[in-house]
């Protein structure tokens, strides 16, 4: 250990700390701190507290989208783990020139911008260009139909939108298990599917479990699918904070609405990390 | 006709073989050994039995029946894997009874052969435990009780034992063939050690670069070997080049050195001046003082001495060749370090074969 | 058995239709001649790429959106790089706590990070400017960069380091000539992830652009509240193009499996 050692440590990290402090950390300090300011009525705000922000939560409009947040959350969360499951699996079995070239779509999928996804799901699921067309073509439907707009298309685009997201999270686990455990399976008289269901999945269940609370996460910060895909009623909670911070201007009152926001979804992880851990517990 | 079969089996991926042209009769109920150096094939044989590998060519038949199409959770063969691959989710005689729970089994049925199973491998009263809390041997014991837990009509093993200390090892190979024998199961075992391949095994098959080598009884295969493969990877041997001697019917010979030397056998079809390999075990080896000549014996000097104390092994250079004599030591010879000597390689412990 | 292989390949090859399924339509809809949106397209034409380059207002969301990126990725690492190495080099706390801060960004809603953001900058009296976005992105966008270089540290054998000790290497030797050769790939697959996630972010853009500083994402977001334009067809085309070609890179000329995680019997 050379003297001036640890300092030198120390100093390799005044960057970081610097950028993160005050880009990150301060930011968020602020906005704590502002969500208990009070609203002037001409359209600005200044320094107080109170708590009026906060009180407005529940009314029963926000409370209706905060609903609809969690359950578009937990089912999309829920179908993209189960889809991605199989898919990630197969996938890791798969040689690898065909293992990159599927990831390299993935990958390509994933980093596309909310607005392009949820802009071509419209366009897919539209009257004039979309799928209803080839339907038709094909002679099941007899007319073409709009399909966006509506509670499904919202659920369908955040689906669509995590699936890849949830390969990824899930694909260093597969790669993991061992091919012996499955060939064992097999020898023992499993067929693929259960090998699959009675071996893998079992086997997968902390990744599953962690995919699925930070596809939820991911999914409860959703702003231009449910704008797109559906109507006002399907709107989550990230629309309604935009919505109150540029639309109103009522920046406390949308900083109250992110705090709660950030509660309500912490303590849903918390609480299902909390079930995982019981569920491993009975497990052993 | 029962037992297995292996009809021209041939494995190759991309460019490169890993198994070619196998071609086995292999006799129900025999404990059997795929005998080899790394990166010889006989893995990948083992998984062609099981159907974990399609082969590119070739069948594969058990019992009279082809089971070359059959995937292999329908082929009913008990397997170890190198890696045990015991299920970490399960308990031990969850583990055990998996493929009884596929089949429909009861639970108290699985419960009662669970036990019957792990009092077969010593290791009785561990069902309830998590595969985590037991030690190496155990966990070898566990897999080899989960193998043969539906009765299957093969038993294969792919190099169980490597990862056990010696002693471990030599106790499970004691256990594994005696439980064999009990059974009466075909047996089918991968291994790299030829001792082990030699004491536990009632058929041998060598194996190298893909094909096989020889197949025989461990004796055989040591006594007699087939080519100059065998013959090195078996036990020590002294490889000797030698050129097949004119000789008289009956009376074969080779030249070592420009010495003639009687042997017992020529390889097929070899005539005279064609080039050979004369190998013969150092046990097998005579070193004698200098100057005793006589029929089949060579003269050199003696340049290096190993006494390992079970043993003492000579090395006696003779005209640029080495023979390697080992004896034990009230046999030890008595010509030290320097000194000159004579080998004498008897007839009937040469074994010669193609170059 | 056949049939087994084939359900399982078809399964595959539908999940993966599906997800490419809209990439093809847009880019059916970008190449359409006339404006209207039809599919498939009537009559074939690039036009509506060379409007992107033409129209000042998409041209300027282009420059801008490259500009941020850029620099975001260089950022990105910057901040990400110190943390992984600290951490793994000197295992202190306080890079653990870096560790720990640096992973949160990814873990909250994209429109908290914005509107503290948004804040911040008010407060200052300076919002809607390129910096703003640059800085918002790198410092939200750590998170992956970070973890793909630790993990690249961690398949590093802490004896190479001690060999390069000893024969003379001090710490700063060292980490030129022995760590940063290593982590390279994890470095480059960083920034090109950092880079092309930026280009396509769209929340922090919107609330922090104010549309003076428009993004080519934020663009396409407000044009389409004015009117369907063909144009927004083809950027989205671009984007795909763009992401396919840098990560097919990555998965060409490097090990794009082991890059994400993947773990090889002959790994250590």
Known sequence: MKAGGRRGRLFVLGFPSLMLGAFFLAPFAIMVVYSFYHRVESGFYEPGFELTHYRNFFSPLFTRHLLISIEFSVLAAAFSCAIALPFTFILSRYPRRLQVAILVTVLSVLSLSEVIVAYSWSVLLSRPAGISNLLVAIGLMDRPQSWSRGYWAVLFGLTYFNTPFAVLIMFPQCTRLEREITEAAQTMGASPVRTFLTVVVPMLRPTILSAFILLFVFTMGAFVTPQWLGRPEHWMFAILIGDQALQRGNIPFAAALAMFFMVVTLALVAITVRLGRSQEARFR | MSGLALRGLSKRFGELTAVEDVELELPEGKFISFLGPSGCGKTTLLRLIAGLEKPSAGRVVLDGEDITDVPTHRRNIGMVFQSLALFPHLTVGENITYGLRIRGTDRTARRARAEALLEAVHLPGVAERHVSQLSGGQRQRVAIARALALEPRLFLLDEPLSALDAKLREEMQVELRMLQQRLGITTVIVTHDQREAMTMSDLVVVMSTARVRQVGPPLEIYRNPANAFVADFIGTSNLIEAEVAKAAAGDPAVRVAGVRFAVERLPEGASAGDAVTLTIRPEDVHVLAAGENGPNRLAGRVSFVRDVGVSVETFVACDGITVVSIASPKDRPRVGQGDAAVVELPREACVVVGR | ?268
């Open chain 3, 1 to 268: 058995m056949r049939l087994g292989r084939l359900a399982r390949d078809t399964f595959v090859g539908l999940v993966l239709m599906t997800m490419a399924a809209p990439l093809v339509v847009v880019a059916g809809v970008s190449l359409n001649a006339r404006k209207m949106l039809f599919f498939p397209p009537r009559g074939l034409s690039l036009h509506w790429y060379a409007q992107v380059f033409e129209k000042r207002a998409w041209f300027e969301a282009l420059t801008t959106s490259l500009t941020v990126a850029v620099s975001a990725g260089v950022i990105a690492l910057a901040i990400a790089l110190p943390i992984s190495y600290a951490l793994w080099r000197y295992r202190i706390t306080y890079a653990r706590v870096l560790y720990g801060i640096g992973m949160l960004p990814f873990a909250l809603p994209p429109v908290i990070t914005a509107l503290g953001m948004l804040i911040f900058w008010a407060n200052l009296g300076y919002v809607g400017k390129i910096p703003n976005i640059v800085i918002a992105h790198g410092v939200f966008l750590v998170t992956l960069p970070m973890v793909m270089i630790s993990l690249g540290l961690e398949s590093i054998d802490h004896e190479v380091l001690e060999a390069a000790r000893i024969m003379g290497a001090d710490d700063r030797t060292a980490f030129r000539t022995v760590v940063l050769p290593l982590i390279l790939p994890y470095l480059v697959a960083g920034y090109a992830f950092v880079f092309v996630l930026s280009l396509n972010e769209f929340i922090i853009s919107y609330f922090l652009g104010q549309f003076v500083t428009v993004t080519l994402p934020v663009k396409v977001f407000s044009q389409l509240r004015s009117g369907y334009s063909p144009v927004i067809a083809s950027v989205s085309v671009m984007f795909i193009l763009l992401a396919v070609a840098v990560f097919g890179a990555i998965g060409r000329f490097g090990d794009l499996p082991k890059l994400l995680g993947a773990w090889r019997p002959d790994d250590r």
